[in-house]
């Protein structure tokens, strides 16, 4: 299983903000991933209206910085990220404040 070293992941940090590891405790495989900014949602959310797992694997390769590519190309994997990767797509809770 990929293990980041630690000066790798608060690099990523400092350069992408929050960084979330995908694991497969079946296939030993892990890998880690940013979240992605509005120009690649944008281009992601455009091409891929018709295909939640098109969605899927754009969005882990977009937002791919390292790791086993297993992640994103073995079926079984691949198709058991479903709800963990929303956890890419967390985005801050904004207040409205009627005036």
Known sequence: MYQADQQNIDAWKAEHGEIIRLKS?????????????????EFLSAGTKSSGLKFNSQLLKTCYLAGDK??????????GIGEQIMSLLTFDVVEVEKL
């Open 25 to 41: 405790a079946k296939y030993n495989k892990s890998a880690y991933f940013r979240k992605p900014n509005r120009k690649e949602m």
């Open 70 to 79: 297993e992640i994103e190309t073995n079926d079984d994997i691949f198709m």
